[in-house]
């Protein structure tokens, strides 16, 4: 997941070279099942999206509609979001989705040095003391009682 791998692909097929797809597992879900986060918990979340939070809300590249996220009931996964993830928050409040929604980031997931930093939509951007590598989780998955 945005590992550039059909970019790859493509370039390797144009140059006639051979390839082999090994599929992995992708932080999107590993780093937060890792820190007891299930992003598909059932009675809580039908579904997960995932997002880049590479370009933030209001940069001129900006694509995503987070008001739609926002109502759209799944767990929201932001990836590549440490830098823009104020931004991100404030959009999704925006939005419509409750400031008081659970919210996690789980930093270095699957390393000795994971940690994981639980708050809620509007909090979790002073909370969480990140660095990347790291995974923002938003959605009801993110405070699930006794896990984590
Ligand atoms: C360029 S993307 C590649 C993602 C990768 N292809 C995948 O599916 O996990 C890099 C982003 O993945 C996430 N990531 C990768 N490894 C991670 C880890 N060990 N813990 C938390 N997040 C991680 C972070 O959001 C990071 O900014």
Redesign the pocket.
């Known amino acids: 997941?945005?590992?550039r791998g059909g970019e790859e692909l493509l370039a390797c097929l144009d140059a006639r070279v051979e390839v082999r797809i090994v599929p992995?597992v992708?932080?999107?879900t590993a780093?937060p099942a890792l820190a007891g986060i299930p992003v598909t918990h059932r009675g809580l979340a039908q579904g997960f999206t995932v997002v880049s939070g590479q370009v933030p809300p209001g940069h001129p590249d900006w694509t995503i509609d987070y008001a739609a996220l926002a109502a759209s009931g799944t767990t929201i996964v932001v990836?590549?979001?440490v830098r823009t993830l104020r931004a991100i928050c404030a959009a999704l409040v925006s939005g419509g989705l409750a400031p008081d929604t659970p919210a996690a980031v789980?930093?270095?997931?699957?390393?000795p040095s994971q940690r994981v930093a639980r708050a809620t939509l509007s909090t979790i951007d002073a909370a969480a003391d990140i660095s990347?590598?790291?995974?923002a989780v938003i959605g009801a998955v993110a405070d699930v009682p006794g896990l984590g």
Request: charged share 5%; proline share 10%.
């Open positions: 997941m945005f590992g992995g992708t932080s999107a780093a990836l590549m979001g789980v930093a270095d997931g699957t390393m990347p590598p790291a995974v």
